[in-house]
């Protein structure tokens, strides 16, 4: 199992320009997260999925979209990009079963730098 | 919202020397309660979770942590650490369908 994968690993972007963040998971989980990591910050969640079609705001979502269109996939999107989002994206997938499993499982995160 | 808190921004030890990170969430219903650490360059590995029973939790590596549920803490221990934990370590509290971080603590292990 590849578990959580996100692309592109590396972004370098202008200010006012677009672009999305694919993060996919082979799991079958059902929640899916966005963070975002900024030193001395720790990881602040973006969004986060509960299921296929479904989004919700988490802590900074300001400047983000959001869809999950597909179980496996969860795409983070900046439609505008500022400096202030220069960071390092991390997504996660949680699996709420019973027994060892249980936790968040993450990717290997983008880092973003907007010029 | 719930919040979490981590005492230590910086934390420099010499080998062996015991570590205790603290933790402290504010929420007042069920959580599950994790610690992750994210060596230089990577992304966050899990140290070990709680989620029910015995509140001193076993994890990786030698870690462990213990749930206080009347102090909202959930602190990270290790009798003897070495140069290769030297990481940045995160608490974290999961409540509902969401999982709020602790802003890391970095630990500088000197050989």
């Known amino acids: 199992n590849a578990g959580v994968t996100q692309t592109p690993k590396f972004r370098v972007l202008k200010t006012g320009q677009s672009m999305t963040l694919l993060c996919a998971q082979d799991?079958?989980?059902?929640?899916m997260y966005w963070y975002r990591q900024d030193p001395g910050m720790g990881l602040r969640l973006i969004h986060y999925?509960?299921?296929?079609?479904?989004?919700a705001k988490g802590e900074v979502p300001d400047g983000y979209n959001v869809s999950r269109l597909k179980k496996q996939n969860f795409l983070l999107g900046l439609e505008s990009a500022a400096p202030s989002q220069t960071s390092v994206y991390f997504c996660?997938?949680?699996?709420?079963?019973?027994?060892?499993?249980?936790?968040?499982?993450f990717g290997s995160g983008t880092r973003l730098t907007v010029v | 919202a719930q919040s979490v808190s981590q005492h230590n921004h910086h934390v420099i030890l010499s080998e062996a020397a015991s570590l205790e990170l603290g933790c402290n969430y504010s929420?007042?219903?069920?959580?599950?309660l994790f610690w992750y650490v994210q060596y230089p360059g990577q992304h966050l590995q899990l140290l070990l979770k709680?989620?029910?029973?015995?509140?001193l939790v076993k994890g990786i590596k030698g870690f462990e942590a213990e749930f206080i549920k009347s102090k909202f803490s959930f602190n990270l221990r290790k009798p003897s650490v070495q140069w290769s934990d030297t990481a940045d370590y995160f608490c974290?509290?999961?409540?509902?369908?969401?999982?709020?971080f602790g802003a890391g603590t970095r630990l500088t292990v000197k050989p």
């Open positions: 974290a509290v999961n409540a509902g369908n969401d999982m709020r």
């Open positions: 996660a997938s949680f699996f709420g079963g019973q027994g060892a499993s249980y936790g968040y499982t």
């Open positions: 929420y007042g219903g069920t959580v599950n």
């Open positions: 999925s509960v299921g296929e079609g479904t989004t």
């Open positions: 799991m079958n989980h059902e929640y």
């Open positions: 709680y989620f029910s029973g015995d509140p």
